[in-house]
């Protein structure tokens, strides 16, 4: 089992502890899905860890009046904004980010005192979100995992990355700055040596990574959102001149969005909307000028009218 998933389970292991102040090794190794002598372990690793447990008959129990409370309040703004979080983050599923968001608002939850709990609960059943279709990322968890710890600590790692259209990979060393979420997908943006230039990294497309001993300085003109093209996601390339004309129902919807950070919108008398922005033609782009089939009119670049 990897150790995240041991560590999931004894954070499970602990809250049951709270709400109840006690626990039945059986009823707990059925309620967590695993057996009473791996609960016995994660009890073991609960003590060595400083939790407080000791046994009264078949039942191990926390001292009377042990708690973990957190001294906040939450608006009911702020829970909204927690509980849309959570729901966003789930849609990358057995990703690092479904997994720590779930156990992090778990956390809160179970740190609050009751009577904010159970204010919290309400608010959560009446907020629901819709992002990105989901999409399950747990193949990729070790690599994105390994990658983390590697900015966290500045490290360098050595990828097999596959381009786009590619059936091969090859081999980068790279200096990982920072991650970037865009709905469900993750980039990895680094200083790839080879290239001596700033690569950005799609994590499903790394197909192996290994951390390196060997440490580097961050540099200072790698910033988070360096590629960032609004609702583009992230592409590395020189900005065109990108200049669109939409109609009827489509000149509503680009009328109501903020897609891209240099977009200027012009109504014409008939209706429809004329829209200019500077930013790279990649492939995000070009799959949603595509979407609106004749209700979208490419007047620049050349390059666009082609693909």
């Known amino acids: 089992m990897a150790r995240g998933d041991a560590a999931a389970r ?85 990703s690092v980010f479904d997994h720590a968001t779930r156990s992090a608002v778990s956390k809160v939850r179970h740190a609050l005192a009751p009577e904010l709990r159970q204010r919290f609960e309400t608010i959560a059943r009446f907020v629901t979100t819709t992002s990105a279709p989901p999409r399950k990322l747990g193949r990729q968890r070790a690599r994105l995992d390994a990658v983390i710890d590697a900015i966290e600590r500045t490290r360098v790692i050595s990828l097999a990355y596959r381009k786009l259209d590619s059936s091969q990979s090859e081999a980068y060393t790279v ?23 700033v690569r950005i990294f799609l994590i499903d497309r790394i197909e192996e990574v290994e951390v390196q001993r060997e440490s580097f300085e961050r540099r200072d003109e790698i910033q988070p959102g360096l590629f960032a093209q609004g609702s583009f996601g992230l592409w ?40 200019d922005m500077r930013t790279p033609v990649s492939p995000s782009l070009t799959q949603w000028v595509r979407g609106f089939g004749s209700r979208v009119e490419v007047l620049s670049p050349q390059s666009l009218k082609t693909q």
Request: aromatic share 6%; proline share 3%.
């Open 10 to 94: 004894q954070l499970r292991l602990v809250m049951l502890l709270l709400d109840n102040q006690s626990i039945d090794v059986a009823k707990a190794a059925e309620r967590l899905g695993c057996t009473e002598r791996t609960i016995y372990r994660d009890i073991d690793v609960l003590e060595r860890a400083g939790i407080p447990l000791f046994q009264r008959g078949n039942r191990w129990r926390l001292p009377d009046g042990f708690s973990r409370r957190l001294s906040i309040h939450f608006t009911v703004q702020e829970a909204m904004a927690l509980v849309a979080a959570e729901q966003l983050l789930s849609a990358m599923q057995g």
């Open 175 to 197: 200096e990982p700055h920072h991650i970037h979420v865009q709905g469900t997908s993750v980039y990895v943006v680094g200083w790839a040596r080879e290239r001596s230039a």
């Open 236 to 275: 590395n390339a020189d900005a065109e001149h990108v200049r669109l004309r939409f109609f009827g129902s489509a000149a509503t919807i680009v009328a109501e969005q903020e897609f891209h950070p240099s977009q200027t919108l012009e109504r014409l008398d008939d209706g429809s909307i004329v829209v």
